[in-house]
Every structure is written in structure tokens, then in C-alpha cells.
């Protein structure tokens, strides 16, 4: 099997309801597609979902890398040389995380599809579902409670909430939200950086009867040290979000103890070849992992699905990016239960027609 036709295009998606995180609100989502046609009559997608902050990168950039170095690159190559392909491309652009996750994406789905099997069967078919967050961005206290409310009746029973702009807002909105929805609903915070240590301990220690699971990412990202010293000094698990972006990042957070889990997000690390590497470390050390996302098609969100499933140490997802986005033109990629996903049962990673 060799990829004979490649075309490339960014489509910019509009968010039903712009939402706030610590650094920036965010009213758009910019995707880029890679589509790909094989010799024996494949047709393989891929996903980039670049974040100038997070990645690097903007979906021109990613256009401009694929006219530069991808397509010149896979035409005529053959997926199943996976292995050499995606280190050749990494040599190449090391720094493009999402343009590699894209790649990587498509590589995967034409491998899938040839072996005839959805893509989490082809990385192991651990497990066939699993529950999804679902994020509450940065809103006033009331307003942080009724959305809380409003996804429970939706069949939610992860929320996400989002923080680290103020740290009485958040202890008040966090004690309000589980009073609201009650003791079986599991609240995970995400201050996405915005904490200083004293603030990320106090919030742990004011909440603790709101039992909230998590806490994510609550100091800068380029000073582990702060992470450590939070995770040292409170009672719930400590998340490393912004400051994992590569293998050798989670083999530096592990092995110094600096963190009790890991949200693996394809975009960040450069696709599920990486991420799969990036789990055993984490496994190794007995660190559990999430997949997480950024705001993604519903078809970069599938191939962060088919990830998740795939290993027994992935024990948690937030994949919901793909939820509030209009004009996406992978919708119904992913089957959605009383806050359960499940992927689509065809070859690779499903997309029809």
C-alpha cells in the first residue's frame, strides 16, 4: 500500500458559546484536515488542531508546513513503515506537534483500515467505552452552578471546572457546584497554570468536603519544581497538563516525583505513536494518565478515543472539544451515552463516505 494523493485544507470553526481558562478566552476553533488516498483505493483522514499558546502553532503554519515538508514527504510512502516515517518527520519539524499528530492520525486510520478493524483494536482493544468530563469554563459562581446543573440533567457525571483567575471565586463556586449536584458526581478543578503554590495548597484544603477528584496543571508549566511542591503538600491527586509537551518531559515529571498523574493530549505530544511511549513511561511509574483535547473536530476527538482505549493505565478521558463546535464536518464520528463515549465500529477511525 503506497499514499498516491494528499490534500490539505484549514476550516475554521465558530464555538456555540465562547469560554474563559486562565490565560485567554477562546471563540474559535481552527482545525486543519489531511486527507489521503492509497493505491489499493484507501481513503485515510487526519486532524490538527493547533493553539499558538499550547503547540506552537496556527492553522496557516500547519498549512504552510504540509506545502513545505509533509506532502512532499509521504507521497508515494507506505503507512506501515509507520515507525520510520513519523521519526524521518520529526527530524524534519520538530517543533510542528500538531502538523505530526496529524500525520500520525492518518497514518494510523489507513493502517486500521487495511487491517479491516476500528483503529483502538489495531493499539490493543483494551476497553470499548469510557466516560468523558465534561469543562465549565471561567463564569461567574451562580452561573458556574446552573451550567453544572444543566449537564448533570444531560447525563454527565464528570464536570470539569475550570479556574485559577481567582482563588475565592473558585472555592466558592466549587462548594456551591457540589451542593448543587450532589455526592455521586465527580468534580475535577483545572487551574491551567493560573496558581501560585500557597493559592493552589489553600484551594485544596478550603474544598476539601467538596471532595473535588483532581486538581490539573495549577502552577506554571516552565517550573516543575512548583508542581512538585504542590503535589507534596495536599490530599488530592496533581495533574500534569501544559507541562507535558514531550517523552522526555513525562520521564522528567515521573522519575522526580513531581506529579501524580498525566493528561496526554495528541495535539501537544505530536500524535498517538508518541503518546503511546509517553503512556509506558507514565506507566512505569505507576502514574495514571487521561486523554484530554484541545478544541478538536469530532474527528481529531475520535482518534484521541481510539487512544484512550486502547491501554489499561488510561484510566480517565476529557474528550469533549468537539461538543460546542459549529460547522464540523466530522459530526456523528462519536456516539455519546449519559456521558459515555463510544467509537465508531467501522475500519480505522470511522469517518463514512
Same mark, same amino acid.
Given at each position: 500500500m503506497k499514499i498516491i494523493q494528499l490534500e490539505c485544507w484549514a476550516h475554521h470553526m465558530r464555538l456555540a458559546e465562547p469560554y474563559t481558562i486562565a490565560y485567554e478566552t477562546i471563540d474559535t476553533a481552527p482545525n486543519v484536515f489531511l486527507k489521503a488516498t492509497?493505491?489499493?483505493?484507501?481513503?485515510?483522514?487526519?486532524?490538527?488542531?493547533?493553539?499558538?499558546?499550547?503547540?506552537?502553532?496556527?492553522?496557516?503554519?500547519?498549512?504552510?508546513?504540509?506545502?513545505?515538508?509533509?506532502?512532499? %514527504?509521504?507521497?508515494?510512502?507506505?503507512?506501515?513503515?509507520?515507525?520510520?516515517?513519523?521519526?524521518?518527520?520529526?527530524?524534519?519539524?520538530?517543533?510542528?506537534?500538531?502538523?505530526?499528530?496529524?500525520?500520525?492520525?492518518?497514518?494510523?486510520?489507513l493502517m486500521a483500515q487495511q487491517a479491516g478493524e476500528p483503529l483502538y483494536k489495531l493499539l490493543g482493544g483494551f476497553r470499548t467505552s469510557i466516560p468523558t468530563s465534561i469543562t465549565i469554563g471561567i463564569l461567574p459562581v451562580r452561573e458556574t452552578a446552573e451550567r453544572a446543573e444543566a449537564f448533570m440533567s444531560k447525563g454527565f457525571r464528570i464536570l470539569k471546572i475550570k479556574g485559577g483567575a481567582s482563588l475565592e471565586e473558585d472555592v466558592e463556586k466549587v462548594m456551591l457546584v457540589r451542593e448543587k449536584v450532589g455526592k455521586d458526581i465527580e468534580i475535577r478543578f483545572d487551574a491551567n497554570q493560573g496558581y501560585s503554590v500557597k493559592e493552589a495548597i489553600a484551594f485544596i484544603n478550603r474544598t476539601?468536603?467538596?471532595?473535588?477528584?483532581l486538581l490539573e496543571q495549577p502552577t506554571d508549566r516552565h517550573n516543575?519544581?512548583?508542581?512538585?511542591?504542590?503535589?507534596?503538600?495536599?490530599?488530592?491527586?496533581?495533574?500534569?497538563?501544559?507541562?507535558?509537551?514531550?517523552?522526555?518531559?513525562? %520521564?522528567?515529571?515521573?522519575?522526580?516525583?513531581?506529579?501524580?498523574?498525566?493528561?496526554?493530549?495528541?495535539?501537544?505530544?505530536?500524535?498517538i505513536m508518541e503518546a503511546l511511549h509517553i503512556n509506558s513511561v507514565?506507566?512505569?511509574?505507576?502514574?495514571?494518565?487521561?486523554?484530554?483535547?484541545?478544541?478538536?473536530?469530532?474527528?481529531?476527538?475520535?482518534?484521541?478515543?481510539? %487512544?484512550?482505549?486502547?491501554?489499561?493505565?488510561?484510566?480517565?478521558?476529557?474528550?469533549?472539544g468537539h461538543f460546542d463546535l459549529i460547522d464540523d464536518p466530522f459530526v456523528g464520528m462519536i456516539r455519546l451515552e449519559e456521558g459515555?463515549?463510544?467509537?465508531?465500529?467501522?475500519?480505522?477511525?470511522?469517518?463514512?463516505?
Open positions: 492509497t493505491d489499493n483505493g484507501l481513503t485515510g483522514w487526519g486532524c490538527a488542531s493547533p493553539d499558538l499558546e499550547v503547540t506552537g502553532e496556527t492553522a496557516e503554519m500547519v498549512v504552510r508546513t504540509y506545502n513545505d515538508t509533509i506532502e512532499p %514527504f509521504l507521497r508515494g510512502q507506505d503507512p506501515f513503515r509507520y515507525a520510520l516515517l513519523l521519526q524521518e518527520l520529526r527530524n524534519y519539524i520538530p517543533n510542528a506537534h500538531s502538523a505530526l499528530a496529524m500525520v500520525d492520525m492518518l497514518l494510523f486510520d476539601s468536603t467538596a471532595r473535588v477528584e516543575d519544581e512548583l508542581i512538585k511542591e504542590v503535589s507534596a503538600n495536599v490530599s488530592v491527586p496533581v495533574m500534569a497538563d501544559e507541562s507535558l509537551m514531550t517523552l522526555k518531559d513525562v %520521564f522528567h515529571l515521573t522519575s522526580n516525583g513531581c506529579i501524580d498523574m498525566i493528561n496526554i493530549k495528541l495535539m501537544k505530544v505530536g500524535g507514565a506507566k512505569a511509574d505507576n502514574v495514571e494518565a487521561m486523554v484530554g483535547c484541545m478544541d478538536e473536530s469530532a474527528l481529531g476527538i475520535a482518534a484521541g478515543l481510539h %487512544f484512550a482505549l486502547s491501554r489499561p493505565n488510561i484510566l480517565y478521558a476529557d474528550l469533549d459515555v463515549l463510544y467509537p465508531m465500529e467501522g475500519p480505522g477511525l470511522g469517518v463514512k463516505g
